[in-house]
């Protein structure tokens, strides 16, 4: 995505709010250490308080009745995304946190 932004965002944060004390919860991306790195969760962190909320790209699934081995490891990428983002402005709309001074 090439969307232009009137402030530049620090690389990585593919989402940011603010919040009703004036700081902002960013939305980024976790990667692995794997070589190329892939990203597996999504994290949304606030910078006035430090809360975070990290959501797994991976969900495991168990059959209902069934064998701990009949267990369904899904990639949920979007799914882990939009419960970030829900957070993240839900967090926004509350936390009174006052952005910390750059040094
Ligand atoms: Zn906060």
């Known amino acids: 995505?090439?969307?232009?932004?009137?402030?530049?965002w620090p690389e990585g944060v593919i989402g940011r709010y603010l919040t009703v004390g004036g700081a902002t919860v960013d939305l980024t991306h976790?990667?692995?250490v794997l070589n190329p790195?892939?990203?597996y969760a999504s994290l949304a962190t606030c910078n006035g308080c430090s809360?975070?909320?990290e959501r797994n790209h991976y969900r495991t699934y168990y059959p209902s009745?069934?064998?701990l081995s009949d267990a369904v490891e899904e990639h949920?990428?979007?799914?882990a995304d939009s419960?970030?983002?829900d957070w993240a402005q839900a967090h926004a709309e509350r936390c009174r946190a006052l952005?910390?001074?750059?040094?």
């Not at 949920?76 to 799914?79: K, T």
């Not at 952005?99 to 040094?103: E, G, H, I, L, S």
């Open 37 to 39: 790195p892939e990203p």
């Open 83 to 85: 419960v970030a983002r």
């Open 76 to 79: 949920e990428p979007d799914v």
């Open 30 to 32: 976790r990667f692995t």
């Open 1 to 8: 995505m090439t969307t232009q932004t009137p402030t530049t």
């Open 99 to 103: 952005p910390k001074p750059t040094a």
């Open 51 to 53: 809360a975070t909320e």
């Open 65 to 67: 009745g069934g064998y």
